[in-house]
């Protein structure tokens, strides 16, 4: 596949040379499968032949080591900065790489925003075609740092069908709109779930909540996610399902969901020209 190009991101915010675009993964609330998602559409995207990375922003309650299986300290070949790790054909920091297990972060706001952008800047990212960043849920100091400090190509905003759900998912995207970040559309997570034994599906969390915020709001939904036991049991072990079960019913969900949004970014403009070859230093 050819290499994706940079897109706008926001303000007088240019985007990194060796970063083309960054898409953040954020959710009004926690407990919807944020970091999940995040982590399985950075495997889908990889699947469809990008250079893809991904930055684990939610500092006070860093997953991603865990779901890639990943642990120990990365490198630092000079002292100043961090070699990513690399698993399943992506690239991988996390604040959860450089403390202990069990230590909570106890921070005020300045220095997670501080933990943010060091870790963005610091870390010797290849030539990444995407960088997917988990963001913390709501609407918090790490936010307003991305908006200021970190040039987004765009957001994705995970929410569950439920009422309770999408009302916070609304705020996260007025939050972005306010901000000058481009939502690139919905992910509505935990969508349905199919019983394995009977094969009967049921809205647990309700039905048609990402559609009618999508309607309100003129954002598309990127796809629909399945409440499933293997996507837990995968993440849970180190090796999502997309990488696991590749053939997989939820794994094509993601990957329809990847694509879907390689289709809202290519709406976006982009950065041609001199303009691109002085970014990427070519």
């Known amino acids: 596949m050819p290499r994706l190009s940079p897109h706008a991101v926001q303000g007088d915010l240019k985007p990194l040379a060796n970063v ?8 009004g609330k926690g407990g919807v499968g944020k970091s999940t998602t995040a982590v399985n559409l950075a ?6 032949g990008l250079a893809v990375g991904v930055l684990d922003a939610d500092v006070y309650g860093p997953s991603v080591p865990m779901m890639l299986g990943l642990s120990g300290r990365p490198d630092s070949p000079d002292g100043k900065t961090i070699e990513p790790l690399r698993v399943h054909g992506i690239e991988a920091m ?30 010797r990212w290849g030539d990444l075609d995407v960088l997917v960043v988990d963001l913390p849920p709501g609407t918090g100091d790490i936010q307003l740092t991305m908006a200021q400090k ?13 009422d309770i759900a999408t009302l916070d998912a609304r705020k996260a995207l007025k939050m972005f709109e306010k901000l000058g970040i481009a939502t690139l559309g919905l992910v509505e997570n935990m969508a349905v779930h199919v019983c394995t034994q009977c094969g009967h599906a049921e809205h647990i969390f309700g039905q048609g909540g990402a559609q009618k915020m999508s309607t ?3 954002v598309p939904v990127l796809g ?21 079960q590749p053939d997989s019913s939820a794994a094509k969900a993601y990957r329809d969901t990847a694509r879907a949004l390689l289709a809202a970014l290519d709406k976006r403009p982009k950065i041609r020209g001199s303009i691109m070859a002085s970014l990427l230093g070519s």
Not at 150 to 162: D, E, L, N, R, S
């Open 20 to 27: 083309r675009n960054i898409i953040a993964v954020g959710s």
């Open 43 to 48: 495997l889908a995207l990889a699947a469809e």
């Open 94 to 123: 996390s604040i959860g790489l450089l403390v202990d297990q069990d230590t909570p972060m106890i921070w005020r706001g300045p220095m997670a925003t501080s933990a943010l952008t060091q870790l963005l800047n610091e870390t």
């Open 150 to 162: 970190i040039p987004v190509a765009g957001a994705v905003i995970v929410t569950t069908p439920q």
């Open 216 to 218: 309100q709001y003129d």
């Open 224 to 244: 629909s996610l399945p409440l499933e036991i293997g996507i837990r049991e995968h993440g849970d072990s180190g090796v999502p399902i997309v990488v696991a």
